[in-house]
């Protein structure tokens, strides 16, 4: 009988493997929003860390704001700086590796922003722009805010609506509302004057409602999707003054369809069990092609000759005669 051998249960098993779940405290996960938030009182200190090039043809790094496209800080690859008059007297740095460290002292209300580096290296006479992660710095007043909004961060499902609340701490003349997204892409959402009258972007055209009762603003966003997330933060646009903006703004974070979360824990479910049970039948055919299955099966027969030889036996004992007697 041919044995079969054991080396192509190791090939399946060795196919089989990638369908089975991390061993290590691997999972599958969704695209998380990963921007850097740093949130500080006025008068305190920031530290931003920007990853330079380790190319030899490394030219200098940037410190810069998105919504207002300044550069604050420039460090070359020879270590020479240029910094933004208004940073000049707080603003101090260190390279440490491949990081350079920006330090930002006395912070200010003003210094609100969305930071980014850039790195740059020459090659062949060009030059190249390599973009960091950026940081959204929230500078709070240690005064009373003018404008209050609720919640700070929302995170939910594609499809789903929620509610931003912006509140006047006064009233005021001629007054306007507004919410703005200042992350991912800078745009007004709404204006909400001091008549009533508003003003609704094209992006959230049919999925906007909003109710206003005295100094409460109330604004309900339906059908999010995934580019809805962004952070959005309610302003204030008042007679014979300044925009002011709440000092706490809202993280929206809209995660994908309910859809894909189901296909991947039913696979997560159904992948092992299948892999179980094609394991188990391999085995199962190895173990019955070892054993002589015509043998197993066959009825055993008595043993004649045995039976035979006894019955023999017992004849002869019958019609033997007694020599002895004969011969007297």
């Not at 998380?32 to 920007?50: L, M, R, Y």
């Not at 800080?73 to 350079?100: C, D, M, Q, W």
């Not at 009373?144 to 939910?156: A, F």
């Not at 709404?190 to 009258?197: G, P």
Request: aromatic share 8%; with cysteine.
């Amino acid at each position: 009988m041919q044995w079969m051998s054991p080396l192509p249960l190791v090939y399946l098993l060795l196919l089989l493997l990638p369908f089975f779940p991390g061993q290590h405290g691997e999972e599958n996960k969704f695209t998380e929003w990963s921007t850097d938030i740093i949130s500080v009182w006025e008068g305190d200190s920031i530290n931003v860390t920007c990853s330079k090039n380790s190319s030899e043809n490394e030219v200098g790094t940037y410190l810069r704001t998105r919504t207002t496209r300044t550069n604050i800080v420039y460090v070359s690859a020879k270590n020479t700086s240029n910094i933004h008059p208004n940073f000049a007297n707080r603003t101090k740095y260190s390279k440490e590796g491949r990081n350079l460290i920006i330090t930002v002292h006395n912070i200010q209300k003003s210094d609100s922003n969305i930071y980014y580096c850039s790195s740059y290296t020459k090659k062949n006479g060009r030059h190249f722009r390599r973009d960091g992660k950026s940081v959204t710095v929230v500078v709070r007043a240690k005064t009373n805010g003018v404008i209050e909004q609720s919640p700070q961060s929302v995170s939910t499902q594609q499809g789903e609506s929620i509610n931003i609340t912006c509140v006047l701490k006064s009233s005021h003349e001629d007054e306007e509302i507004m919410l703005l997204k200042i992350h991912m892409q800078l745009e007004n959402v709404l204006c909400v004057s001091s008549q009533n009258t508003s003003t609704i972007s094209p992006t959230f055209a049919n999925r906007l409602e909003c109710s206003k009762q005295e100094e409460k603003l109330v604004i309900t966003l339906h059908n999010l999707q995934e580019s809805d997330t962004d952070i959005y933060v309610c302003a204030a646009a008042l007679k014979n003054s300044s925009l002011t903006v709440s000092e706490s703004g809202t993280m929206l974070l809209v995660k994908g369809g309910k859809q894909t979360v189901c296909s991947t824990s039913s696979l997560a479910i159904y992948i092992p069990t299948i892999v179980v049970a094609l394991l188990l039948s391999a085995l199962t055919c190895y173990i019955l092609s070892r054993i002589d299955m015509k043998n197993f099966f066959q009825k055993k027969k008595i043993n004649v000759v045995y039976e035979d030889m006894s019955f023999s036996s017992r004849s002869n004992t019958l019609v033997r005669t007694n020599t002895y007697s004969n011969n007297n």
